[in-house]
């Protein structure tokens, strides 16, 4: 019985490079059936803001995969990221990016590596939360839970368990970000000591990614947050040899898309010389989610082996290594003809037959880990005129119940202490003026009404809660 999935051939090379895939599954017998669908620029034109129609979403809510090439999205106001809005759409929390060392047919410095890097996809600052606060400064707003860190643990953990991988690393700043990373982190901790038989360690992400692109091979399975997996998993890709052959799987509780790492490239588009090899990966990945792992071997070990033979697209062709240089639609024909044949050299794929590759039964779980949750101030953002004259926020709140500890400018406390704001924002924090004393919403709101009424500019309020008696905020 074949799986119905919808395909949508995007812009820029897309067209071509979907051709050349779809014309592999086919000689490859691939048990599926395809839906068409029209995303990109075309769409934006007609005035979907996300690139995409409604007879598009109907088709994949209706399939629940896609398979993709690369999109544009305009530049200019009113044109939205068509990924991201099919990441959150479609829950698609996980992003699985495997990269290898095909050393010695492609060229790299390294012999051997065999990194697959797993990047949470729906937090972070990538959820495009942002907001202009005042003439010079603006705001993006980083959102990491608890539930959402523990899935796409879980998930790293579990993708290791079935592919028999031995370790996974986690990657984070919260020697900075001790919140929002340490949450990370902390759900990183958590969910690692479910899985003794596999070794999990932690670094921090600078001198992380530094050493995966200087010694990939001491790395495994990487998982991490969402703007550090995407600078990450280009690194990664590029160690490989290129960019061009990488694939990734996107996976959510109900969807999943496949797609190529790169990008549309519209300035070689309809040249047939853009290299297929990272949407064929992409597609051998959507084989093996769906069951078809017979297939995706028969098309990977014949890519392997048309690679291994010299026959090589203008991006990975070598004079003295190569031994054809050939378009997009004769390098799919050269992975037709090898269909059946394996490699010599680089290693074939290796999966189960009766892998059960859905690990995307990971459910989202949260757990209360307090008891007592206590409102004890408030910090409020205002628009200033770098006067430096706190005098009168001070003076106005003697008399309530709260008072104010600290005005800081960008994170940096400038008053009490006689510092400068270096720009038109400041934020005032208030604390309740006895310890003891329960301080309600009404009290955090007549702050806010007697700041208006003496014609101050709030951008941006912020409670302050104890959680069991530990702060949740900066100091």
């Known amino acids: 019985m074949?799986?119905?999935?919808?395909?949508?051939y995007g812009d820029g090379i897309g067209p071509e490079i979907m051709e050349a895939v779809l014309s592999i599954l086919r000689e490859a017998k691939a048990e599926i059936s395809i839906d068409i669908i029209e995303i990109g620029e075309r769409v934006y034109s007609k005035e979907w803001s996300h690139g995409i129609s409604p007879s598009?979403?109907?088709?994949?809510e209706r399939t629940k995969i896609l398979?993709?090439?690369?999109?544009?999205?305009?530049q200019g106001k009113g044109h939205k990221s068509l990924n991201v809005a099919l990441r959150k759409n479609l829950g698609l929390y996980a992003n699985i990016r495997p990269c290898i060392s095909y050393h010695p047919v492609i060229e790299n410095k390294f012999d051997k590596f065999d990194v697959v890097v797993i990047r949470e996809n729906e937090e972070d600052v990538y959820t495009g939360i942002e907001h202009r606060l005042t003439g010079d400064s603006y705001q993006?707003?980083?959102?990491i839970t608890r539930s959402g860190s523990e899935k796409i643990c879980r998930y790293a953990f579990e993708y290791a368990?079935?592919?028999?991988r031995k370790k996974v690393t986690c990657l984070t700043k919260d020697n900075i970000m001790k919140m929002t990373d340490g949450a990370f982190h902390a759900a990183f901790d958590r969910i690692a000591k479910e899985y003794p038989d596999i070794k999990a360690e932690h670094y921090i992400v600078d001198i992380g990614m530094a050493r995966v692109a200087t010694e990939p091979e001491n790395f495994d399975v990487i998982v991490t947050e969402n703007l550090y997996g995407d600078i990450l998993s280009d690194i990664v890709a590029q160690t490989s040899g290129s960019v061009g052959l990488a694939g990734s799987s996107n996976i959510g509780n109900e969807y999943a898309m496949f797609e190529a790492v790169h990008g549309s490239a519209p300035d070689i588009a309809g040249k047939n010389i853009a290299n297929p090899s990272g949407l064929l990966n992409a597609a051998v990945h959507m084989l093996v989610y769906i069951g078809q792992v017979s297939t995706a071997k028969l098309i990977y070990n014949a890519w392997l082996k048309t690679l291994e033979d010299g026959i090589h697209t203008a991006d990975l062709y070598k004079e003295k290594k190569s031994k054809q240089k050939v378009g997009t639609k004769e390098f799919a024909q050269a992975v037709i003809d090898n269909l059946g044949k394996k490699p010599a050299t680089l290693l074939e794929l290796i999966i189960s037959s009766d892998l059960d590759s859905k690990i995307n039964k990971v459910q989202d779980h949260y757990e209360q880990d307090y008891k007592v949750k206590k409102l004890v101030g408030s910090d409020i953002a205002l628009a200033w005129d770098k006067s430096n004259n706190f005098d009168q926020i001070v003076r106005l709140f003697e008399s309530s119940n709260l008072k104010m500890i600290a005005i800081y400018s960008k994170g940096l406390a400038i008053w009490p202490g006689g510092s400068k704001s270096s720009s038109d924002q400041i934020t005032c924090r208030f604390i309740a003026n006895n310890e003891k004393q329960a301080i309600t919403n009404i009290d955090v709101n007549n702050l806010l009404i007697k700041l208006e009424e003496n014609s101050f500019d709030v951008v941006r309020m912020d409670k302050l809660y104890l959680y069991d008696g530990k702060e949740g905020f900066f100091s």
Not at 2 to 8: E, L, N
Request: aromatic share 4%; charged share 20%; hydrophobic share 25%.
């Open 56 to 60: 598009g979403w109907e088709s994949i």
């Open 140 to 143: 993006c707003t980083k959102i």
């Open 67 to 74: 398979l993709k090439s690369p999109t544009t999205t305009p």
């Open 161 to 164: 368990k079935k592919h028999n």
């Open 2 to 8: 074949s799986t119905s999935v919808t395909v949508a």
